[in-house]
């Protein structure tokens, strides 16, 4: 997430006005990125398959050379360890409230 912030701050301050994909290069299918996570979490929960919706995209690799020409920008924080990093954010945010998820008022 702090690599997303990043592009967006360095978008903001300059003087581009169109898109410009701050995406992580690196192409994984939705099914190793679910085997993923659900290694991560220790989980053996099942992997559910259903219809792609119509306008699903076929390639799920963004072209980020825009944001390395005009920001310099790219991804400093590969996918596993961010999935670490967030997994690690809920568990501690779930011991945090007694497992609600909610802040204790």
């Known amino acids: 997430m ?17 898109p410009v994909n701050c995406g992580n290069p690196a192409e994984i299918t939705i099914k190793e990125f679910a085997e993923e996570i659900r290694a991560l979490a220790g989980s053996k929960s099942e992997i559910v398959y259903k219809e792609l919706p119509v306008d699903d995209p076929k390639q799920r690799k963004p072209n980020i050379s825009k944001a390395r020409s005009l920001l ?3 991804p ?3 996918r596993h360890e961010g999935l670490q990093r ?7 945010r ?3 409230t007694g497992g609600t998820g909610r802040e204790n008022p």
């Open 2 to 18: 702090t690599d997303l912030v990043d592009g967006i701050y360095r978008l903001l301050f300059s003087d581009y006005h169109l």
């Open 72 to 74: 310099g920008w790219e």
């Open 76 to 78: 400093k924080v590969d």
């Open 86 to 92: 967030t997994l690690v954010y809920f568990q501690r």
């Open 94 to 96: 779930v011991a945090a």
